[in-house]
């Protein structure tokens, strides 16, 4: 199915959904088993890991496309489990749910956009084996979600998919666009303890809302000529969690109509653990949209990374630097309004990082002025450093030497932790001379 095709599709659920069923979508489970709360998992603000009961199993699911009863129905979703994976490492577990039209496929691989660069949303590529990705089938290829099955579908797949693979049970995400959109906003209102983190792009309330009164991580990302489902409805969806996570209110900066650029948003004052972010950009109904040039593009788009930003800020634990399969070393230069940050990435697993990422938070009052031997988005707050062309690859035993010159307002220490391509490093440094 093109992408026209699923467009048009979109649009025709939107008037559908809003006029048929009149908002009558709920998230109460209907099948066998209770849905998932905070007494039966994890709950999403822990600080520390908690291991599935699936760690220490040899696993007997394997990649490709599975089928369980929910609900009284079959219902299929696509797994994909890391490569070398691990039963003793406890991983994210990431949902992408499909638009309308679209397919679990389309999910998997990135087709539509991308094939392989862009598959689960592009966060397939960013993950770099640190994550279990899920890709649900919806019913009518679309997420209704009629007397809450989709919801009850969703506390399916976890508890099968955890009670056979390691996974993290407070780093649980979800994301999709459009109808995906819709049905990941609806588990942030449902399951706000059971999911660490959301990502809505482009979407509309077309999923229902059961609860939505409880604090959750929430990104939005929509664009502000969407002539499908107005971003005015993106802006509705945000403010929800604006209000659950204590964040003051504002009205974010979006980019000019014309501009061909994006602005992203981080709220303040928002609870521990539960930020808020808001991404709008100058383009219609697109999932991948593109700096400076128009419609979808599986390289080029920015959104993967401000999602897998977004989704890795989540830290449980770091490791210790004999597990730890990298390694940042950090020494600081200061003086009294501004410092220098020396970084060394080394590579201490025993395969080559071909290409990467580095994560890592700014202290409150400092911002990027200058930087060299990586691009680094965001100067203030969290902060994403990539390679450049010429120091992609890291090869094990190897290490890249990066750094940033900061302003800043008192404070000079240096961040406590860092991701790669989001898996956590082992930290050593030195206090600010």
């Not at 006029?19 to 088993?33: K, V």
């Not at 939505?212 to 939005?220: E, M, R």
């Not at 650029?261 to 521990?272: D, F, I, M």
Request: hydrophobic share 35%; glycine share 12%; charged share 10%.
């Amino acid at each position: 199915m093109t992408r026209t095709r699923s467009l048009l599709w979109t649009a025709v659920v939107a008037v559908l959904v809003v006029l048929s069923m009149g908002g009558t979508a709920l998230g109460h489970g209907r099948g066998g088993n209770a849905p998932l709360t905070a007494s039966g998992t994890a709950a999403a603000s822990a600080g520390t890991a908690a291991p599935s009961s699936g760690c220490g199993k040899t696993p007997t699911l394997t990649s490709g496309t599975h089928t369980i009863q929910s609900s009284g129905k079959n219902r299929n979703f696509i797994l994909r489990i890391p490569d070398g994976y691990d039963p003793n490492r406890a991983y994210r577990l990431v949902f992408g749910f499909h638009w309308l039209g679209g397919t679990s496929i389309d999910v998997a691989t990135g087709r539509t956009v991308d094939t392989g660069t862009w598959a689960y949303y592009g966060l397939q590529r960013l993950a770099d084996n640190s994550a279990v990705f899920v890709a649900p089938q919806g019913l009518n290829n679309g997420w209704a979600n009629t007397g809450g099955e989709d919801i009850a579908f969703v506390d399916d797949m976890i508890r099968r998919i955890e009670a056979d693979l390691c996974v993290d049970q407070t780093q649980r995400f979800a994301l999709g666009f459009s109808y995906g959109a819709a049905m990941s906003y609806s588990l942030a209102c449902s399951r706000a303890t059971v999911f660490r983190a959301v990502a809505a792009q482009s979407g509309g309330v077309l999923s229902g809302c059961s609860g939505g009164t409880q604090p959750i991580a929430y990104l939005g990302v929509h664009g502000l000529r969407d002539s499908v489902l107005g971003i005015s409805g993106g802006r509705a969806m945000r403010d929800r969690f604006v209000r659950n996570n204590g964040c003051t209110p504002q009205n974010p900066p979006e980019p000019a109509q014309g501009s061909l650029t994006h602005r992203v948003t981080t709220y303040s004052g928002c609870s521990a653990g539960h930020p808020v972010a808001w991404a709008a950009f100058d383009e219609g109904h697109i999932a991948a949209p593109q700096d400076g040039a128009q419609g979808d593009s599986g390289s080029r788009t920015w959104v993967p990374q401000e999602v897998w930003k977004f989704f890795t800020q989540f830290q449980t634990s770091n490791p210790s630097p004999e597990t730890a399969t990298c390694r940042v070393t950090s020494t600081v230069s200061a003086w009294n309004t501004g410092l220098t940050s020396n970084i060394t990435i080394a590579n201490t697993g025993t395969t080559p990082i071909d290409g990467w990422a580095l994560d890592f938070t700014l202290p409150d009052g400092q911002t990027i002025t200058s930087g060299w031997n990586a691009d680094y988005s965001a100067a203030s707050g969290r902060v994403t450093a990539r390679n450049t062309s010429h120091n992609a690859t890291i090869a094990p035993g190897a290490s890249v030497d990066i750094g940033f010159q900061a302003a800043h307002t008192g404070s000079t220490a240096p961040p406590t932790s860092y991701t790669l391509n989001g898996t956590a490093c082992a930290v050593t440094g030195s206090a600010p001379k």
